[in-house]
């Protein structure tokens, strides 16, 4: 954990790692330091020593934890931001779309500040397709996709994804539909940005972006209280 010791009330993102929920290690990116917010990095069980929806519930019990006790560092809790890259993005969407998962801890996921997923699934995730023998390259909705779960009243949603054509199979496209059918179902604030020139490894060109979009969020939210 990181966090600002000269100042109080601060924002706070949650940052899951990448790995194809098979491989990885929490980490904090140095970019999100010194930069007024605090930054959790977050471990969870990987597959094959678990399966879905485990990982999941792991991530959503960290996320509680820092809704529970960020405070005591000095920061608010009704400035928590969700993010991570690849598979750490899905975990951030899973956790921030479909309710359940922080349902169980006591806390309502609509008071997630924001959602910044980085090159994230909104498709059920190929890990958890691989458990039940599906290809890569065969698309799946169901309950352990984002996608499944768009609702209008989510948090502030902003995806970013590599280049369409750099990207992982359509992991632009697919964030593209969850843009699109977040509008549909009446969500006010998704929005997407696609790294022209980046392949799926974009995190250095898109953590200014997650920054500038917690700064926006949260003088939004001091806005609307004025």
Same mark, same amino acid.
């Given at each position: 954990?990181? &966090?600002?010791?000269?100042?109080? #009330?601060?924002?706070? %993102?949650?940052?899951?790692? $990448? !790995? $194809?929920?098979?491989? $990885?290690? @929490? #980490? =904090?990116?140095?970019?999100?330091? #010194?930069? !007024?917010?605090? %930054? %959790? $990095?977050?471990? &969870?069980?990987? &597959?094959? @020593?678990?399966?879905?929806? %485990? &990982?999941? #519930?792991?991530?959503?019990?960290? =996320?509680?934890?820092?809704? @529970?006790?960020?405070?005591k560092y000095g920061g608010d809790p009704n400035k928590i931001f969700l993010s991570g890259h690849s598979a750490g993005g899905y975990l951030a969407s899973m956790v921030g779309m479909d309710k359940n998962y922080l349902?169980?801890?006591?806390?309502?996921?609509n008071s997630i500040a924001g959602l910044i997923p980085f090159s994230g699934h909104t498709i059920t995730h190929f890990t958890v397709r691989q458990e039940r023998g599906i290809e890569g390259t065969q698309p799946v909705i169901d309950s352990l996709a984002p996608l499944y779960h768009v609702r209008a009243d989510a948090p502030p949603l902003l995806l970013i994804t590599g280049d369409r054509e750099l990207e992982l199979l359509g992991r632009y496209e697919e964030n593209a539909y969850m843009m699109r059918m977040m509008k549909v179902a009446g969500h006010k604030d998704t929005r997407i940005y696609e790294m022209d020139g980046y392949g799926h490894g974009m995190t250095e060109p898109a953590f200014p972006l997650l920054i500038e979009e917690m700064r926006r969020v949260v003088k939004m939210t001091i806005e609307d209280t004025h």
């Open positions: 954990m990181y &966090y600002p010791t000269d100042s109080i #009330e601060f924002a706070t %993102v949650v940052w899951f790692h $990448g !790995g $194809g929920i098979t491989g $990885g290690n @929490k #980490e =904090i990116p140095k970019r999100l330091t #010194e930069q !007024g917010i605090a %930054v %959790v $990095g977050v471990n &969870y069980r990987l &597959y094959p @020593k678990v399966k879905a929806p %485990v &990982y999941i #519930e792991d991530a959503a019990a960290a =996320i509680a934890w820092v809704f @529970k006790n960020i405070d349902a169980a801890h006591d806390i309502d996921a």
